[in-house]
Nanobody, 119 residues
Framework: QVQLVESGGGLVQAGGSLRLSCAAS????????LGWFRQAPGKERETVAA????????YYADSARGRFTISRDHAKNTVYLQMNSLKPEDTDVYYC????????????WGQGTQVTVSS
């Protein structure tokens, strides 16, 4: 089992920045992919960014590329999502998830953290 706990959400004005954190525990995640997702009520879940924990491969949604950066700290077993130039349309609940490398589905999810961007 992998436990994921997100933090760092909050209220920010448009153009501002936030850094989300996802702390992983329970087992080693060196062969896992960690991802950030977002979803608002009534909307489909969107993959924002993902990173192979033990490598350098990353993925960004078009909406995030150039503004968001995903990174990890091996010593802290934590994945971050640095979000810059935030827009009101970035307002969502952001979730961290993990899946074993090569797995088709995301197996473990955090509880989510709310990000609200005011105009």
């Amino acid at each position: 089992q992998v436990q994921l706990v997100e933090s760092g959400g909050g209220l920010v004005q448009a153009g501002g920045s936030l850094r989300l954190s996802c702390a992983a525990s329970g087992r080693t995640i060196s062969n896992y992919v960690l991802g950030w997702f977002r979803q608002a009520p009534g909307k489909e879940r969107e993959t924002v960014a993902a990173i192979l924990y033990s490598g350098s491969s990353t993925y960004y949604a078009d909406s995030a590329r150039g503004r968001f950066t995903i990174s990890r700290d091996h010593a802290k077993n934590t994945v971050y999502l640095q979000m810059n130039s935030l827009k009101p349309e970035d307002t969502d609940v952001y979730y961290c998830a993990a899946k074993y490398r090569g797995s088709a589905s995301w197996e473990y999810w955090g509880q989510g953290t709310q990000v609200t961007v005011s105009s």
